[in-house]
Antibody
């Protein structure tokens, strides 16, 4: 059974930093690209970032480019999102999601975690 | 970036009804269109990929159609567990943008 478990969400002040983690199990982690998708309270879904199976390719939404960094450690079956220069508009539930392909040339989210809540507030 | 527009934004229907939700892309995306279901307090779930392919384990009352810029999600006979919010998402290019969602409520 595929499982994705996010952690690291907390309340942080504007301008602060945070690192989210996602622990994966139930599939061969290094065969697949991975994504972060977020959802602001009461709002819709917004794709944030993706990383290819080997970490060689990464992509970001314009709203987070230059502030967020996605990475993965295939030896630990883990995905990360380093979030810097946080803003109030980054407040959201952050989901880790698996792609059904290695490179995510056609980004699709076939399994999702339950999310971790990031609140940016003073 | 490709913009995705869903209609309606909300919809009231009864158990047993046939329901259709539409999604329009701002440019042609061939058949690179996915549909997700999200229930309150839960993560989204992939229902349909590549416009019309049913994800494993999804009931056959769900179906998708369309290509180019116009797509539909149809639920042939609504069940109580189908009341949720539905999102379309283009997988033609990164970012894989979502529609704004359609909230399906019980009449």
């Amino acid at each position: 059974e595929v499982q994705l478990v996010e952690s690291g969400g907390v309340v942080v002040q504007p301008g602060g930093s945070l690192r989210l983690s996602c622990a994966a199990s139930g599939f061969t982690f290094d065969d697949y690209a991975m994504h972060w998708v977020r959802q602001a309270p009461g709002k819709g879904l917004e794709w944030v970032s993706l990383i290819s199976w080997d970490g060689g390719s990464t992509y970001y939404a314009d709203s987070v480019k230059g502030r967020f960094t996605i990475s993965r450690d295939n030896s630990k079956n883990s995905l990360y999102l380093q979030m810097n220069s946080l803003r109030a508009e980054d407040t959201a539930l952050y989901y880790c999601a698996k792609d059904p392909t290695a490179a995510a040339g056609t980004p699709t989210f076939d399994y999702w975690g339950q999310g971790t809540l990031v609140t940016v507030s003073s | 970036d490709i913009q995705m527009t869903q209609s309606p934004s909300s919809l009231s229907a009864s158990v047993g009804d046939r329901v259709t939700i539409t999604c329009r892309a701002s440019q042609s995306i061939s058949s690179y269109l996915n549909w997700y279901q999200q229930k309150p307090g839960k993560a989204p779930k992939l229902l349909i990929y590549a416009a019309s392919s049913l994800q494993s384990g999804v009931p056959s009352r769900f179906s998708g159609s369309g290509s180019g810029t116009d797509f539909t999600l149809t639920i042939s006979s609504l069940q109580p567990e189908d009341f949720a919010t539905y999102y379309c998402q283009q997988s033609y290019s990164t970012p894989g943008s979502f529609g704004q969602g359609t909230k399906l409520e019980i009449k």
